[in-house]
Every structure is written in structure tokens, then in C-alpha cells.
């Protein structure tokens, strides 16, 4: 027998003599990792364990916490990043039964939302623009709301020079 099943037999003899002695419905894992050779991990555990509630135990009594700093809590962010930003960008949306498609809706909806803020200041601005075409034409206005127009057309065309046409 190689060390490998001989561990297995060991630790799987072991983890039915503890479960022999747990609180009914109480359910037992075992994880052996070897830090940076996730080749030689090792997860054995009771039938019908959820693995959510070993994530729950760990966060509640391991110091797992959201606030921590972790590779798969790193790794989710960047899948939710990027569902936000490719949804914005309406291109590449997740499989329908994929988790991410919410966080790609909430980015769609904001990208159509700011489309829909450009266009309409695109209109404003041309109006704007056109009534003060008026205005300097006819003459007799107070040059103050000329002034203040033309203020706020600079603002609208800065904007507007940071969006795509």
C-alpha cells in the first residue's frame, strides 16, 4: 500500500472514530493543504455536507472574514468587475443561468442610463446653442444670460468631449 492510500486509511479511520462522538447531525471535514503545491491537497468529508456551511463555520469561527484579504474573495470581485463593466459596455454577457448575469443587468442598465443622459444632453446643448445663435443675432438681450449660457455650453461640450460620439 503507498503512503498516499495508507494516509487516506488512516485519516478516513480517524475522522469515523470523531464522528462517532460529534452532536447528532453534526457533519465532519478534513482539509490538508501544503501551501503553493495545491496538487497535494487533500479534502475528505462526511456525506451530505454542505459546503456552504463549512465556508459559514470557517467565516464564524476560523477568521475568514469578508474584510480579510483571500485569493477566491480577490478572484470573485474581479468575475463581479467585470460583469459590471462588460454589461456597461453591452458585449459579452454571461450564459442566462450564470450568477454574474445580475451584476451584467446592473452594468447594462447603468451604460444605457449614461447613453441615455449623453444623448440627452447632446440635445440640450444644440438648443442651447441655437437659442443663443438667436439671441446674438436679434441683440437687445441682458448680456448676462448670454454670458451664463455660454458658460454652461463649455460645461456641456467638456462632458461631452469624455464620451464617445
Request: net charge negative; charged share 25%.
Amino acid at each position: 500500500m503507498s503512503a498516499t492510500n495508507r494516509f487516506h486509511q488512516v485519516a478516513n479511520d480517524a475522522l469515523v472514530m470523531i464522528s462517532e462522538n460529534l452532536q447528532p447531525g453534526a457533519k465532519l471535514a478534513l482539509v490538508i493543504y501544503t501551501a503553493g503545491e495545491p496538487e497535494l491537497d487533500i479534502v475528505l468529508k462526511d456525506s451530505g455536507l454542505d459546503v456552504d456551511e463549512v465556508v459559514n463555520t470557517l467565516r464564524r469561527r476560523g477568521g475568514l472574514s469578508l474584510d480579510g484579504e483571500n485569493v477566491y474573495k480577490r478572484s470573485l470581485c474581479e468575475v463581479i468587475i467585470g460583469a459590471l463593466a462588460t454589461g456597461k459596455q453591452n458585449n459579452n454577457p454571461p450564459p442566462a443561468d450564470h450568477w454574474g448575469l445580475e451584476f451584467w443587468d446592473i452594468g447594462r442598465a447603468e451604460g444605457a442610463l449614461q447613453e441615455e443622459l449623453v444623448q440627452a444632453l447632446r440635445l440640450v446643448r444644440k438648443e442651447l446653442d441655437a437659442c443663443q445663435r438667436v439671441i446674438h443675432y436679434a441683440g437687445g438681450f441682458d448680456p448676462a444670460y448670454v454670458n451664463d449660457a455660454q458658460a454652461a455650453l463649455k460645461v456641456a461640450d467638456a462632458v461631452l468631449e469624455k464620451t464617445p460620439a
